[in-house]
């Protein structure tokens, strides 16, 4: 898998460009909804790998930014999520950027994300491990209690400095002074037209370069280093879990087709069929709060 190589084309499972895939997993017969039956490799697994995208954070009320009604202003992600956006109107950019870390203030991780933390942590007692790679740059995975975590696309509370490219953790609310109140998303809202010199800046002794936040914008690659451990976890695992995820986007697409096709059990959690659906082992339609915290529950064959 030659993962590192690969470009996306957006922050998120919801603001990627969906391409086509033009790999196939062997056709298998239809995914069993059986909980029982997932429920038996689930005790047997010893490496677990979870993907999770843009459907296990909605149920947090997450904002998509994507298709009918998905703006900010009159402009979706696509438009702002690019280095050209950003060095021609960085106010604008950062605008809209601080609206979504504010509007993560008030969200809290929902069923799924704190069953995968529960689970991770039990696990771990037991010698078995769990892993997370996630599309989503909230930090709820984070939140909920997760370790394991592999942020593919980025993290809205991580900047990045243009000059000396220091990656730095920010949770500060606002992120700058010129920022407060600002990056409302009614179509009607001025844009506040910040001088670049006032939005957030490298605190780094001597240098004080314009901060970007650290989320992969579409056209940019990937980080070769994340991908490489990806890549490693998913050559390992010997059950995986894809939730909320649309598989439709590279390069979170492959992932679970490729453990698919050398006979690893694969269990889809969402709220309904995608592409990749066929190919996997299991099954479970609505929504992931519901569906995966009994999956991923105590097995009575566990020793705790």
């Known amino acids: 898998m030659i993962l590192r190589r690969l470009v996306c084309r957006g922050l998120s499972s919801h603001l990627c460009r969906p391409v086509s895939l033009t790999w196939r997993a062997p056709e298998m017969t239809r995914p069993s909804s059986s909980l029982a039956e997932f429920r038996k ?39 702002l999520a690019t280095t050209s956006a950003f060095s021609r109107d960085p106010s604008l950019v950062w605008e809209f950027y601080h609206y979504r870390r504010e509007v993560m203030q008030s969200k809290l991780p929902n069923p799924a994300h704190l069953a995968i ?27 909920s209690g997760s370790k394991h975590v592999y942020e593919i696309h980025g993290s809205l509370f991580k900047t990045r400095c243009m000059s ?6 920010n949770h500060n609310s606002p992120i700058c002074p010129a920022l ?80 698919a096709a050398r006979g690893v059990p694969v269990a889809e959690f969402n709220m309904g069929c995608t592409p990749a659906t066929k190919n996997f082992m299991y099954h479970f339609e609505g929504p992931c709060g519901i569906t995966l915290p009994p999956a991923l529950a105590v097995h009575e064959t566990e020793f705790i």
């Open 41 to 79: 490799e689930f005790a047997k697994a010893k490496h677990i790998t979870i993907i999770t995208g843009a459907g296990v954070s909605a149920e947090s009320g997450v904002p998509t930014f994507r298709g009918q009604g998905g703006y900010w202003r009159k402009w979706q992600a696509q438009d």
């Open 117 to 143: 933390a529960e689970c991770e942590a039990r696990l771990s007692k037991q010698g078995r491990s769990v892993v997370v790679i996630t599309q989503n740059i909230d930090e709820l995975h984070h939140r």
């Open 164 to 169: 000396c490219g220091e990656v730095k953790a």
């Open 180 to 259: 407060e109140g600002k990056g409302e998303p009614d179509p009607s809202a001025k844009d506040a037209r910040i001088p670049v010199e006032h939005l957030p800046r490298c605190e780094r002794r001597g240098c004080n370069g314009l901060l970007r936040p650290h989320v992969v914008w579409f056209g940019e690659t990937l980080d070769a280093d994340i991908l490489t451990s990806v890549e490693q976890e998913l050559e390992k695992c010997d059950l995986c879990l894809v939730v909320g995820t649309s598989s439709i986007v590279y390069p979170a697409a492959m992932f679970a087709p490729q453990v």
